[in-house]
Each structure stands twice: as structure tokens, then as C-alpha cells.
């Protein structure tokens, strides 16, 4: 029989905020690498999410953060660039780049050395970091759909194809 072949992209409609926050549910268990098939990988791993104001990047990632269970307040990144959090010893580093002006301010702060160490990235707006940064693991794209959202994701390693055939094989 010949293998399935390997997801590279997935279309999700997210009809209300719990869908979101499902979504998250599921994802946070391969970034944490409490998931049986990431065994092989480990944990760690970066997600960039795209999308207008308001589509839901950061209800997506505190619902993510708190299924890796960060507990306390999780803010918007909005203004301070960066939140970062740890649980055991796994880090979790969330970006908003929306403010963000100028790539030489990103290598100054040495934030880049973030993305090398075993780490939970999550960047919102990275495309306004213009080509500093490398291609995610998997890239979510959220837009308006009326009152609901839609989702796409795309895997862009095969960390990212191995997280989606995941998503996508039915549960037992
Ligand atoms: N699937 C969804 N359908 C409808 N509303 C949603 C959905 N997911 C999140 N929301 C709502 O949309 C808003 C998203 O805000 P936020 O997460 O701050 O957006 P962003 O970070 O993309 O600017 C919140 O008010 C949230 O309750
Ligand atoms: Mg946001």
C-alpha cells in the first residue's frame, strides 16, 4: 500500500474563540514534546503567525502557553517586543514584531541567539522583520471570516510536516 503522502498544508475553519484555543490544545503537546511522536525530534520548535489585528495570533498563543503550562498573567507582546516564560526546562520566547522598525535593533539584543537553543519561538507579525528571520517550522495564517476565523497552516521543515500529519490523523 503505498504511504500517505506527507502534509504540507492543513485549512481549518475556526468557528469562535474555543475553536482557537482548541487548536492550540493540540498543537502544544508536539512543542512540548509530551507527544509520543515527537519522540524522535524533541521538543522546541517555531511557529510564526500571520494575520490582520484582531484574527486571534495572541489567543492562539496564550491558549498554547497554558497548555504547556505556564501558569500566571500572559501579556500581549505588543509593546515590550518579547515575553518569555520557562517550565522545567523548556523556554518559551512570544514576539510581536507589530512595532518593530529596525533589524540591526533585533541583532543588538541578541535576540537571534533565542532561536538557537532548544525553545517554543512564537512570533506574531514577522514579516515586519523583513528577511532576519529563518522560515518557521510551521507558519499560521489566520484571517476574518464574518464573525469567525480561518485558519492555514503551513509546515515548512520536516519538523513542521511531522507536527501536521499529527493534526491530521484521526484520534483514537
Ligand atoms: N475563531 C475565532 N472566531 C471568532 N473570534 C475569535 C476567534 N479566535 C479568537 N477570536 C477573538 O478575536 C480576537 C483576537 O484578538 P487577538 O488574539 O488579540 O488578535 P491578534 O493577536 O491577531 O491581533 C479576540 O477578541 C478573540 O476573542
Ligand atoms: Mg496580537
Redesign the pocket.
Known amino acids: 500500500m503505498p504511504s500517505a503522502p506527507t502534509p504540507h498544508t492543513l485549512r481549518l475553519h ?8 482548541a487548536l492550540a490544545n493540540r498543537i502544544a503537546p508536539l512543542l512540548c514534546g509530551r507527544h509520543p511522536a515527537t519522540k524522535a525530534c524533541g521538543p522546541g520548535g517555531r511557529i510564526h ?1 500571520r ?12 491558549a498554547l502557553l497554558r497548555a504547556c503550562g505556564v501558569t500566571g498573567r500572559i501579556k ?1 507582546p505588543s509593546y515590550a517586543l518579547l515575553e518569555s516564560y520557562n517550565v522545567s526546562n523548556l523556554y518559551f520566547y512570544h514576539f ?1 514584531f507589530y512595532r518593530f522598525s529596525d533589524a540591526k535593533e533585533w541583532l543588538d539584543a541578541g535576540f537571534r541567539e533565542l532561536m538557537t537553543e532548544t525553545a517554543v519561538v512564537l512570533i ?1 507579525w514577522p514579516e515586519k522583520a523583513g528577511d532576519v528571520l529563518s522560515p518557521p517550522d510551521l507558519d499560521i495564517f ?1 484571517e476574518y471570516a464574518d ?3 480561518n ?1 492555514c497552516l503551513s509546515a515548512q521543515s520536516d519538523k513542521g510536516r511531522l507536527w501536521l500529519t499529527q493534526l491530521i490523523t484521526p484520534r483514537l
Not at 16 to 21: K, L, M, R, V
Not at 51 to 62: C, D
Open positions: 475556526l468557528q469562535d474563540e474555543d475553536a482557537t484555543i503567525l494575520g490582520e489585528l484582531g484574527a486571534g495570533k495572541t489567543s492562539f498563543v496564550r500581549s510581536d506574531e489566520l464573525t469567525s476565523r485558519a
